[in-house]
Antibody
Framework: EVQLLESGGNLVQPGGSLRLSCAAS????????LSWVRQAPGKGLEWVSD????????DYADSVKGRFTISRDNSKNTLYLQMNSLRAEDTALYYC????????????????WGQGTLVTVSS | DIQMTQSPSSLSVSVGDRVTITCRAS??????LNWYQQKIGKAPNLLIY???SLQTGVPSRFSGSGSGTDFTLTISSLQPEDFATYYC?????????FGQGTNVEIK
């Protein structure tokens, strides 16, 4: 059974930093592109960032570009999200998701999701 | 960015009802449209990808259609476990964007 388990969420002051982790079981992450998707309390889904299987290619939503960094350690089967200069509007449940590309052009869907880790940015 | 607009935002239905949810893209996205179901306190779950392909394990009462800018998710006969929020998502271009969600609740 595939499981993704996020951790690292916490209450942090505006301007602070956090590092989220996503550990996988039942799945070798090194073969797959991975993503972070967030959901503010009572709101919809927002894509945050992608990373390729090798880690050589990354992408970010404009709302987090320059503040967040996605990375992976395939030897530890783990995905990360380093979050700096946090703002109140970053408050959300952060999901990691395994991305499945169903064609050669990168069109995809999110096949597996973790249960999320809550980040609260407040003074 | 491509904007995705779902309608309605919510609907009250009864078990056994046929349910149709619409998703409109701000520009053509061909058929690069996915549908997810999210129950309270749970992560989203993929139902449909590429507009009309049913994900493995998803009941056949769920179906998707459309291309270009207009898409539909249909639940042929709503079951008690289908009460949830449904999201469309385009993956035609980066950033992948979601609709605002449609909450299907019990009448």
């Amino acid at each position: 059974e595939v499981q993704l388990l996020e951790s690292g969420g916490n209450l942090v002051q505006p301007g602070g930093s956090l590092r989220l982790s996503c550990a996988a079981s039942g799945l070798t992450l090194s073969y797959y592109a991975l993503s972070w998707v967030r959901q503010a309390p009572g709101k919809g889904l927002e894509w945050v960032s992608d990373i390729s299987a090798s880690g050589g290619s990354t992408d970010y939503a404009d709302s987090v570009k320059g503040r967040f960094t996605i990375s992976r350690d395939n030897s530890k089967n783990t995905l990360y999200l380093q979050m700096n200069s946090l703002r109140a509007e970053d408050t959300a449940l952060y999901y990691c998701a395994k991305r499945y590309n169903y064609d050669s052009s990168g069109h995809h869907y999110f096949e597996y999701w973790g249960q999320g880790t809550l980040v609260t940015v407040s003074s | 960015d491509i904007q995705m607009t779902q309608s309605p935002s919510s609907l009250s239905v009864s078990v056994g009802d046929r349910v149709t949810i619409t998703c409109r893209a701000s520009q053509s996205i061909s058929r690069y449209l996915n549908w997810y179901q999210q129950k309270i306190g749970k992560a989203p779950n993929l139902l449909i990808y590429a507009a009309s392909s049913l994900q493995t394990g998803v009941p056949s009462r769920f179906s998707g259609s459309g291309s270009g800018t207009d898409f539909t998710l249909t639940i042929s006969s709503l079951q008690p476990e289908d009460f949830a929020t449904y999201y469309c998502q385009q993956t035609y271009s980066t950033p992948p964007t979601f609709g605002q969600g449609t909450n299907v609740e019990i009448k």
